[in-house]
């Protein structure tokens, strides 16, 4: 097969989900293409990126030439090249009637010509459902293949802010992958049609944990806490502060050290806030990390605490949990879908810094438990989210899609 996915940015360092996917149909024998909304800045990437030459597979659908010349000359170039594989979609990318700016800037014609170039797709598969609504829109204009689209977090709140933003996705789509049953809900309210809604998580390399060793502590070792993710809004990285404060002040536990991995927009802020809570030496900000550097702090960790106030399938409690650490995590999303409660972790209420104090004094209290909730952990994460199996599953099914 031929499959094109369309993201946000690539390489992007926090989605490992989608690398992983773009790698797997790459092993299972497919052409694969990115077509990227964005460039990613970051300077390291995950090694993957490298091995498999990704970059030399990007196309960025958004990076029409500025100059009205160089545009036209561009688009004229094309349309002698490729433009005989589908007259049609040019036609109808150019109809100003409809499409209004979009027509006369000749946007929507030159995401057309980029598909063409590429030939025919068999799949355009999609993250984030913005993305299935611009390939809707490609297929509404004639370019042929099966439109798939995986749901994630970000999308399905603004599908809860936003009253039929994804109408011409059900429309047009496919199929439509929901990585949760909270995202299946929800879909569903939004007016997805039931029979093209799929169960398929996303999921992480099991293997790559399975020589962490089960988590074991010295006395007068400090007890090493770690959370990892985006330093935004949602990720609620400020309760996660508090309760640290509250162990170290209010319950005497000062052997502990906590470490966040991860950047974004609050990080000033939150470094801040440590400091005004006296947490100087207690608190390190990591700043982003590629796969390996993530693993390796996995390794050197014992505790994980996912304090979010929105998730959707959050894959960092699945590499928690593949690494044996015990998890502190909130009701949020399908959090208890990726975590069983009271045996590899505790689910607390979002926002709820007593309670995220209170199971972080148990686990810290009580080492002789981490063995067996770290083994029930990757137990859970083994059986229901390896990345080759649903690899597997996707692959089957984009099969299934074409000769549909």
């Known amino acids: 097969m031929t499959i094109i996915f369309m993201v946000d940015s690539f390489p992007c360092i926090s989605e490992t989900f989608i690398l992983n996917q773009i790698t797997g149909m790459i092993d299972g024998g497919h052409e694969v293409f990115i077509f990227s909304a964005g460039r990613s800045y970051e300077k390291n990437y995950h090694e993957d990126v490298h091995k498999y030459e990704l970059l030399k597979r990007i196309y960025y659908h958004n990076e029409m030439p ?30 100003f009637f409809k499409y209004g700016k979009e027509a006369f800037s000749l946007n929507y014609l030159y995401k057309v010509m980029l598909f063409l170039g590429v030939n025919k797709a068999d799949i355009i598969l999609c993250h984030y459902g913005h993305n299935g609504n611009l390939a809707a829109l490609m297929k509404e204009l004639g370019i042929a293949g099966k439109v798939v689209t995986m749901f994630h977090g970000y999308d399905i709140r603004r599908g809860l802010e936003t009253q039929g933003l994804y109408k011409l996705l059900f429309k047009r789509a496919d199929a439509i992958l929901s990585i949760s049953d909270y995202n299946y809900k929800h879909l569903l309210e939004f007016g997805a049609p039931v029979e093209r809604v799929r169960y398929h998580p996303v999921g992480i390399d099991t293997k790559r944990y399975a020589s962490i060793k089960p988590k074991t502590i010295d006395a007068g070792m400090p007890v090493k806490i770690l959370t990892i993710g985006r330093l935004v809004e949602e990720k609620g990285f400020s309760y996660a502060i508090e309760a640290i404060h509250q162990l170290v002040f209010k319950k005497g536990l000062t052997n502990i050290e906590y470490y966040i991995l991860g950047d974004g927009p609050l990080r000033k802020e939150l470094e801040a806030y440590g400091q005004k809570l006296q947490l100087k030496n207690k608190i390190y900000f990591l700043g982003y990390q590629v796969q390996e550097g993530v693993d390796q702090l996995l390794a050197r960790s014992h505790l994980f605490i996912l304090p979010s106030v929105a998730e959707a399938l959050p894959v960092v409690l699945m590499e928690a949990q593949a690494a044996g650490l015990p998890v502190v995590a909130t009701n949020v999303g399908s959090v208890s879908q990726v975590m069983l409660d009271t045996l590899s972790g505790f689910i607390v209420p979002a926002r709820d810094v007593t309670a995220m104090c209170d199971k972080l004094e148990y686990l810290i209290c009580n080492p002789d438990r981490w063995g067996m909730m770290g083994q029930a952990g990757r137990k859970h994460i083994q059986e229901n989210y390896d990345i080759k199996e649903l690899n597997q599953r996707l692959d089957n099914l984009c099969n299934e899609m074409i000769k549909s």
């Open 66 to 95: 500025s100059s009205k010349l160089k545009r036209v000359l561009w688009i004229i170039f094309m349309i002698l090249a490729y433009g005989h594989r589908n007259p049609k979609a040019i036609f109808n990318s150019l109809n």
